[in-house]
């Protein structure tokens, strides 16, 4: 990819967001932070979740166990892979922000950081992991985990 160059080496590129992309990292990040991840808050339907230093990222969700789309759905990402955070994640050193109702299909991106180097190890890890672990997570187990009182 072609882009300008900064401190550290690194390439500024615009990337390439899809729909099919952002259902990717959707699919992944939501069972990842139901099974590895502890919850923050959780008053109704809504439940914060939060899974630090997963292999250089961090992940918090926002989610509605109605999936009626009332307020919509959240995945916030972090990435540092030189160090891991032990304190609070701050909103403005995120690298992508995702938005969503009821359809991935339409999701939209509130926040992204035009670095490759982030997008290429998310989506190496992405692929390692539906490799490894393909059909080890049902829904049912990671609905319960995040929402138990609306799980039956």
Do not use: C
């Not at 992940?59 to 972090?78: M, P």
């Not at 994640?89 to 109702?101: F, H, N, Q």
Request: glycine content about 6%.
């Amino acid at each position: 990819m072609a882009g300008k160059r900064f401190a550290g080496g690194e390439r500024k590129v615009k990337v390439p967001i899809t729909s099919e992309l952002l259902k990717k990292i959707i699919n992944f990040v939501e069972p990842l932070v139901a099974a590895k991840g502890q919850v923050q808050s959780s008053v109704g339907p809504r439940t914060i979740m939060v899974l630090l230093n997963f292999k250089g990222f961090s992940f918090v969700t926002d989610l509605n166990s109605k999936k009626d789309g009332v307020g919509g759905n959240t995945i916030e990402i972090w990435f540092h892979p030189n160090s891991e955070y032990e304190n609070s994640l701050t909103p403005r050193l995120s690298v992508l922000e995702i938005w969503w109702l009821k359809d991935l299909d339409r999701s939209k991106v509130l926040k992204i950081v035009h670095k490759e180097q982030w997008l290429n190890k998310l989506l190496a890890i992405i692929d390692d992991q539906k490799a490894k672990h393909q059909g080890s997570l049902s829904e049912h187990s990671i609905r319960e985990r995040m929402f138990p009182q609306a799980v039956t």
